[in-house]
Structures are given as C-alpha cells and as structure tokens.
C-alpha cells in the first residue's frame, strides 16, 4: 500500500495516509446502495439508513461504545473541538465549573478549542511535558481542581510520536468527576483505541490516518456524558452534530477502521523495525543530531530528529528535492514553518528547535526506501552544513 510513485519516497503517513482499496470498495458500495439522504422516511431514504446504521454499530463495536455514542464528523480537529467545547459548554451550562486542563503538547485543534474557550469566560491550564515529552501524572493531578470539568491529553504526540499514559490521567481526571477526552487520531494503526480498554469518557478519529477517506472523524463517547452540540440544524447524530450525513465517507472510515484493528499487531511489529532501522542509520551516519522522545514510549512508526546548525526547512526542501517527503512538525502548520510548540515544550535549546524533521512511515514503507531516506537525509545534512559554515 504504497503512496508513491518508485521515484518518490513519502514519510511523511502522520500527516495523511492513502485509501486502501478495501475503505474505497466500502465508500462505492454505500454510494451505490444507499445514496438518499438517511433522514428522508420513504424507501429509498431507509436503505440509505440502513448502511449508515449499519456503519454505526460496526464503529461501534471497534471503539467500545454504545451505538449512541458513536458521533461522525468531518474531520479529527471537529471531533476534537465537539469533545471539549461541548463537554465544557454542558457542564458550565449544569454550574459545575469552568476549568479546562489539557498538556503544553496538544495537536493544534485542541489548544485553538481552549484559546476559545478562554475567550468566554472559561479558565485553562495547559500541564507541562517532561524532557522526554510525557505528561507527568503528578504534575497533571496538581492542576486539577474542585471546578475542572474537562481534562483532554492525546494518546500519542503528532510530531514526536510519545505515548502518554492516557489510563492514568483518566482515571485520576475521572475520580476529581471531571470528563477526559483523548485525541486518539495518531493511534488506530498502533495502538487499541477502544473507550473501555483505556477508561476513558470520549475518544476522537480521524480517517485519513488510517487509510480511510479525508472529510470524515468520528467522537466516540461512553455511557452518560454530555456535549452540546456545535453545529445546529435537523438533529442528526442523536442531536449532536447537525447535517445530513457523509454516509460512503462513513463506510470508508468504519472499513479502514475495521482493518486497522485486525492488522494491528503485524504491521507494528514490521513497521517499527523499519523506523528503527531509518534511527540506527541517521545516528550512524550524521553528527549532532537529536531523537526527540528517544527515552519515552513511542509511536512505531514516528521518528523526530533534530539536526544541529540547520534549519528544518531548508533540509524538508533539499530532501523534496531528492525525492524525500517528510514534514517539518504537523501537516496543519507545515505552511507557516514556526518552530514546533512540542520541540519547545520539551526544554530544548533553540538550536534543536530550529532543526527538527518527523518522518513518518506507513504500512507500505519498504527497506529500500529506508535506505533511500539515510542516503538523501546524510548528503542533504553535510551539504547544507557546509553552506552554512561557508557563509
């Protein structure tokens, strides 16, 4: 399941990954069997109800929910901003307060949410990563207070791939009766992402990461919680999020879903021996450089280095231009190019900050594309070391 022609090597999966057949047969068999809208009460209306119901359950089931907490969006960052906004919303809106806590290393779509919530009245503390870019649970239980409602920590980091301990910080979130969300959306490839297993009260997916279609997320909640809505009209999705719904979207996510989960544990055990590999022989072969979250758990298939006395934009071009694509922090501000928030929050010196790159594998990363990268990311280091030493 390759994303790139032979002369082109893409790392850059964190960012986006491709359809897989098997999410696009699912999308064309819904579009087929059930255009109509869901809503409509006549014939054809029913059918298209049928798939999407049956979409539903099956998401459902995956994710360890009942059928009515399963909510379908148009992307991770909606079902992300649904989480804690609309949670946040219901409980001041029920007087039990207006706290919010959330880590310093959040994807952009959480942090954008809290800044809007600070905006109306709600206050915020954002909890700091260690060196190694983990929530610490004590340092996330002193923020919590009497008037927290919603914690949100993802499960695993955007850029750096550091796997947080999600299971604790709920439970910790959940026993001061504050809800806790989890942006899970780096994770179904890796990782199980079931409400149960990790004890948590909302989970958001998005599914362009895991080789479903792009335009489609879902927020899957437990039993008992309470979201307002962001987006009003029909009613849709048990009230929670109105418009008439992206029924093959949904098909293709529940599809890609499925298969996620069924080939977990093959594709990690191979792809992060690939990325071990693509570590070995950047550290190997180029001088100062830096793993960012080498000590901490990781994602098998994130690796983010820092180079020394370069700056990752000019390396991100110079390997684009040899046939490499890899990011230079997450795909959303990949266009502004400012030095990550998440290299900051680990207390790096800005010397580290201003050369990070992730390269992100996929299920169709092969070796030689590995061995391609180390040769590209080797003469591309030493060129532009040698630039900036003449200059």
Not at 210 to 224: H, I, M, N, S
Not at 359 to 378: C, H, W
Request: glycine content about 10%; proline content about 4%; charged content about 25%.
């Amino acid at each position: 399941m390759s994303h790139q022609n032979s002369s082109r090597v893409y790392l850059d999966y964190a960012a986006t990954t491709p359809l897989r057949k098997e999410a696009a047969d699912a999308m064309s068999l819904a579009l087929s069997e059930g255009p109509f809208n869901p809503s409509s009460l006549h014939a054809e209306g029913r059918r298209a109800r049928a798939v999407l119901d049956d979409a539903r359950d099956r998401v459902a089931r995956v994710l360890g929910v009942a059928r009515k907490g399963i909510t379908f969006t148009g992307s991770g960052s909606e079902a992300d901003n649904l989480a804690i906004v609309g949670a946040a919303r219901a409980a001041a809106r029920r007087g039990r307060g207006r706290h919010v806590v959330a880590s310093t290393i959040e994807h952009h779509a959480v942090l954008h949410a809290l800044d809007s919530l600070a905006e109306n009245g709600f206050d915020v503390t954002l909890v700091p990563v260690d060196e190694r870019g983990v929530v610490a649970t004590q340092a996330f239980e002193a923020a919590l207070r009497d008037d927290t409602v919603v914690a949100s920590v993802m499960y695993a980091n955007n850029e750096i791939g550091t796997i947080q301990p999600v299971e604790q910080l709920a439970a910790i979130a959940r026993s001061r009766g504050a809800f806790f969300h989890t942006d899970a959306i780096q994770t179904p490839l890796w990782l199980p992402v079931d409400v149960q297993t990790l004890r948590v009260d909302a989970i958001s997916l998005s599914a362009h990461k895991f080789y479903g279609p792009k335009g489609v997320g879902v927020l899957a909640t437990g039993d008992g919680v309470a979201i307002e809505p962001l987006v009003y009209g029909g009613g849709q999705e048990f009230g929670r999020r109105s418009g008439t719904e992206n029924v093959g979207g949904i098909a293709g996510l529940m599809r890609a879903l499925e298969l996620a989960e069924a080939e977990r544990t093959p594709t990690r055990v191979r792809v992060e021996a690939l990325r071990d590999r693509l570590e070995r022989g950047i550290l190997e072969t180029v001088p100062d450089v830096r793993v960012n979250g080498a000590d901490a758990p990781r994602l098998p298939n994130v690796l983010n280095a820092s180079f020394a006395g370069i700056a990752s934009d000019e390396l991100l071009v110079r390997l684009d231009l040899d046939g490499v694509a890899v990011s230079a922090g997450s795909a959303c501000t990949s266009g502004v190019l400012e030095p990550s928030h998440v290299i900051a929050a680990l207390g790096t010196g800005v010397a580290w900050r201003s050369g990070a790159i992730r390269f992100s594998l996929g299920i169709g990363t092969t070796d030689a594309e590995i061995d391609r990268a180390l040769e590209a990311v080797a003469a591309g280091v030493a060129n532009l070391r040698r630039v900036r030493a003449r200059a």
